[in-house]
């Protein structure tokens, strides 16, 4: 039998595998607490490489991948049991939609005594029967191709996350909503330990930027001619999925974190109760950066973006800021540092656009990098396009070292530049603009570019409220604290 | 950044539902677009094609049969009962052997040229002859050698009379995949006209004159299917692990085409080998009964016209509807539309089932009538006549429950398939071997039943299948699973 470990780190989509803001974050956070035990769950789907890209530290003890679409096949299904798989997929159709706790801990016990799995929930006629019936009520006249496919990666990944093998823990930590969500929900169940939740964005969020994006939905066209009538599409299928996720993750969670008050507010619709909240920042190195000094050599003005190259990124509307802003700083310098292997089709359009618009020679991809320190050093300003964010590490890292920042209004970017009720520092570390707006940003930069005297009050700003509120030792100090109580507690479910 | 690859896309492509349809669909247009060029003499050849490449061998073996006993013998030939016995356990060998191969190799090769890789259809076809010859040489050389009293002339023949019949079985399916059937009709016709005149020539001949004449007829129509299929592919020799591997995942098939064989031929074996009276035995090991095969291979050979009706237009039309079917799936069409066409695909497959059930009652009907005017030209005695009914009836049940065989080989469904064929092997054992002990008067009765039991499952199994398609489709048959 394993080792018990203190903490049982549950990851979707990145970490160790994928570099990430998450990832990064985890990896930092386990490295600062070098006296706890780690055992990281690792979830992916079985199409994702599983090639390491960060060397996991000394104390993680081991790494578990729990696949999503890679569930086992279960008890065979025979004529004394087949009237259950109705019932069970019932339940599951209600976890995908309700979303309450008390429904997903039926189902846990249900699957735990029924022993169904893939061959009889998904393979077998009765439930493609019960599959049928799910279809009738969540896409009626819908495209039953599409609602196949999904209901089956749904259905999957709920068995998948249920018969997840669960380390010795004394404490499951989700670093998300989502399935790492229900996969602490289903720890809590089944080895009654505390669980923490911690956000960094809200996962509903940033799940229905990615289906707004994502090129295999469409309209389907269920609804007929009928203005009046609005059809329920497979996209709400599956936003209804994730906002379930996150109800159970928020019923079972004993301590829910999130790393700004923004959003708390969409913690509590999505129904996380007041009495769980709490608000811890990313924590970065404040007095190492600090100590770095700013290079102010001769040079053309260099703007920094940092970032993987993906539409949640909006590298596309940070190009045409930059051809915006060569008519106003001609001589600007544009780095965008960040891996583009995550999405290459849109990586190619970027560097398609910059060819169209003409401006290869402002423009500097430099892909993935050994030392962003020395790129930030340099640069004149850092600037975040994002249309969606928690809190980019790479913004502290800049505000830190005492670099102005121009973002977009995601996340927590505001309250990091401009500042939040109660902070002892005043003033404004950067601009912040609208999301998709490219006229804003360039004007934003230029007016930081071209005023020196700004860009040093900003940077100053910047680095001080770093030194005071982002800085590790005070997170690390929250987090640790947090943990022992949670490690207190006695082994219980509610 | 949780999801990133999953919701990209979380499923596959349904691209490979509907593979099996496209490729027996592109075939059956073949011959239903020859009925549609409005002459008789395209008409004719579809369903002369359509014939000759479900039971090719086997219609010429008969018919050669026949030829060369009216021919060169008049039916007085000392040798003919020596070279008619030769014929029938040559048959009865070589289709044994080869169904499991034909079956499985002809699949295989169907998707190979579906999917454009020609590369490996040469060595699938070097294969199975590398395989049946292998066979041969443990089991038929065998028995010719020390378990006949046949001369060693005779022997060779023999043998060399086995590998006609069997390769003729092998290559069939690759000429079926090629679509190619100006080359069966030349092949059958060039060979037909070749026993014809041999027979002609032809007098008072000897068993092994019989078989080289019969033999030297079949090699004509192999060598002109062999060259199609070489011109077509060439000879390269593109070893394909996909060939084996898929024998893992589709054993259902080779074992069919066993079952299927076997069931054909197992009840004419019980009665060869345990029926009290009626019994021929020649060149010492070479056991048959003429009463009793005459009158089946008669009545399965009345059966030919209404197995092209079926594949010429009902399972043309069935195939269209099925690729209706996965057209309309693939164009994200709703689960009610999809259960309209799998009504639909129902009516059509009961309504031809009981369409053809009628035509075949027809047929058996008038060979009863036509039995009695030509009872001597078709070789049959005043004894063989109440076999003969009974093995018309017989096959009308066995026929339909070939028609539901083979629907649901259609669909892919190949274990519901298998026990289709299964139980007919299984019936026909026991029941034949059970009505033995009453008596000559119900000769052919266990073959009786067990065809129509038989129908009675294929019927069983359809009705239940099939509106079961679209679980079929997506579970069942689905590759990207």
Known sequence: MAARTDVCMIIEGGYPYLVGGVASWADAFMRASPQLTFHVMAISISGQARRRNFVVPENVVAVTDVLLDVCPPGQTLTYRNADRVEHVLQLIQNALTAGAGSIFEELVEQLRITGFGQAALLDSKPGWRAMEKAYSRLLPNGPILDFFWSWRFLVRSLLAVVSAPLPQARVFHAVATGFAGLVGSYAKIAAMRPLLLTEHGIYTNERRIDLAVADWLFDSGAGGFDVSVRPVELRSIWLDAFRSFSRISYAFADVITTQYRANQAFQRTDGAPDDKLRIIPNGIDATKFAAFPREAAPGPPIVLLIGRIVPIKDIRTFIMAVTLLKDLVPEVVAVIIGPEDEDPGYAASCRELVHQLGIGASIQFLGRVPDVLKYLLTADVLALSSISEAQPIALLEAAAIGLPVVSTDVGSCREIIEGFDGDPVEGCGGIVVTPCNPKALAEALASILLHDEMRSQMGDVMRRRAANYYHKDRVKCLYEELYADLMAKPARFH | ?481
């Open chain 2, 1 to 481: 950044m949780p999801l990133r690859g999953a919701l990209r896309r979380p499923y596959g492509e349904a691209r490979s539902l509907s593979l099996i349809t496209r490729i027996m669909t592109s075939v059956n247009i073949t011959i239903e677009s020859m009925t549609r060029q409005g002459s008789i003499s395209s008409v004719f050849g579809a369903y002369l094609y359509a014939a000759l490449l479900v039971a090719g061998p086997w219609i010429f073996t008969v018919l050669g049969l026949f030829f060369l006993s009216a021919a060169a013998c008049d039916g007085s030939c000392p040798d003919l009962t020596i070279f008619r016995s030769i014929i029938i356990y040559n048959s009865m060998y070589a289709l044994i052997i080869t169904s499991p191969l034909a079956f499985f190799s002809g699949r295989y090769v169907s998707e190979q040229l579906h999917r454009g890789c020609n590369d490996s259809v040469f060595y699938a076809l070097v294969l199975s002859l590398l395989i049946f010859a292998l066979l041969s040489i443990g089991l038929a050389v065998p028995f010719y050698f020390w378990a006949t009293t046949l001369n060693a002339t005779e022997r060779i023949a023999s043998i060399y009379n086995i590998v006609m019949i069997g390769c003729a079985w092998l290559i069939i399916p690759f000429i079926g995949a090629l679509r190619a059937y100006n080359a069966v009709l030349v092949a059958f016709g060039a060979a037909g006209l070749s026993m014809l005149v041999l027979g002609c020539m032809l007098h008072d001949p000897s068993a092994t004159s019989l078989l080289l004449a019969f033999n030297g007829s079949f090699a004509i129509a192999n060598s002109i299917l062999l060259a199609t299929v070489v011109l077509r592919f060439g000879t390269e020799i593109t070893i394909d692990s996909l060939l084996t591997n898929g024998l893992r995942r589709r054993w259902e098939l080779p074992a069919a085409g066993m079952a299927y064989a076997l069931g054909l031929w197992v009840d004419k074996i019980i009665m060869w080998y345990s029926a009290p009276s009626g019994g021929l035995i020649v060149a010492g090991a070479l056991h048959t009964m003429p009463s009793y095969d005459t009158a089946m291979f008669w009545s399965q050979l009345s059966s030919i016209p209404v197995i092209a009706v079926f594949f010429v237009h009902v399972e043309t039309r069935f195939s269209a509807l099925i690729q209706k079917f996965h057209a309309r799936l693939q164009q994200r069409a709703s689960l009610r539309e999809l259960n309209e066409i799998i009504r639909k695909i129902g009516t059509h497959v009961l309504s031809n089932l009981v369409g053809l059930f009628a035509a075949l009652v027809i047929v058996a009907g008038m060979m009863i009538l036509l039995s009695f005017v030509f009872m001597t030209q078709l070789g049959l005695r005043p004894a063989y006549m109440v076999v003969l009914r009974v093995s018309l009836c017989s096959m009308t049940f066995y026929t339909s429950a070939m028609f539901c065989f083979n629907f649901l080989l259609h669909l892919d469904l190949r274990r519901p398939a298998l026990l289709i064929v299964l139980t007919y092997l299984g019936l026909n054992s026991v029941l034949t071997l059970a009505f033995l002990s009453f008596g000559p008067d119900l000769y052919g009765y266990g073959n009786l039943v067990a065809s129509a039991v038989s129908l009675l499952v294929g019927l069983g199994l359809l009705l239940k299948e099939l509106p079961w398609l679209h679980y079929h489709a997506f579970i069942i048959n689905n590759a990207s699973l």
